[in-house]
């Protein structure tokens, strides 16, 4: 079965960007998604397709994908962004099935 | 705008079934291209894939729980259900309903907390 491999935490100071990384084999190849999830509340797209945004997201949300890793990258980072963050894509090898990634808290010092 | 709600109970006993259901509204549950999914989560955990359902009642499971796992698709109510057998305490999560269109979760439902326990 795929999988994606996501460090567990990534620590920013406000202003800074904040990069999270997802893991796959050749992952480049798929189309990678991101969510942002608060405590308490479901999980938010805030990537599509390796790096499009949703209408609502800010512009500071970007995404990238190559070779063996997609990145999330967040500019100017609020204290609003802390949370955690799940990369997903779809494993096709036979059925069909999404894959997330293990996620990764995002702490803004 | 589309909204999703789970509803079902929050306590199972072991080794019995967990039966949710996920009302669809602000749209057609048949209309456009899109897969309904279930996706639950652990206390403290990441997000597990459980499986999805078309409006054909196409359905694809995760492998890990296709065994005891059944989704359905009733079209006249707008909603669709999750069928889980055989619970045990691993089971206890919180269970979202979502919609996937190419690929990606759009729409969410608040999830819902089962805990199964005797």
Do not use: M
Request: proline share 5%; charged share 15%; glycine share 12%.
């Amino acid at each position: 079965s795929y999988v994606l491999t996501q460090p567990p935490s990534v620590s920013v100071a406000p202003g800074k960007t904040a990069r999270i990384t997802c893991g796959g084999n050749n992952i480049g190849s798929k189309s990678v998604h991101w969510y942002q999830q608060k405590p308490g509340q479901a999980p938010v797209l805030v990537i599509y397709y390796d790096s499009d945004r949703p209408s609502g997201i800010p512009e500071r949300f970007s995404g990238s994908n190559s070779g063996n890793t997609a990145t999330l990258t967040i500019s100017r980072v609020e204290a609003g962004d802390e949370a955690d963050y799940y990369c997903q894509v779809w494993d096709s090898s036979s059925d069909p099935i999404a894959v997330f990634g293990g996620g990764t808290k995002l702490t803004v010092l | 705008q589309v909204q999703l709600q789970e509803s079902g109970p929050g306590l199972v006993k072991p080794s019995q079934t967990l039966s949710l259901t996920c009302t669809v509204s602000g749209g057609s549950i048949s209309s456009g291209s899109y897969y309904w999914s279930w996706i639950r989560q652990p206390a403290g955990k990441g997000l597990e894939w459980i499986g999805r359902i078309y409006t054909s009642g196409s359905t694809n499971y995760n492998p890990s729980l296709k065994s005891r796992v059944t989704i359905s698709v009733d079209t006249s109510k707008n909603q669709f259900s999750l069928k889980l057998s055989s619970v045990t305490a691993a089971d206890t999560a919180v269970y979202y309903c979502a919609r996937e269109r190419s690929g990606w979760y759009g729409y969410w439902g608040q999830g819902t907390l089962v805990t199964v326990s005797s």
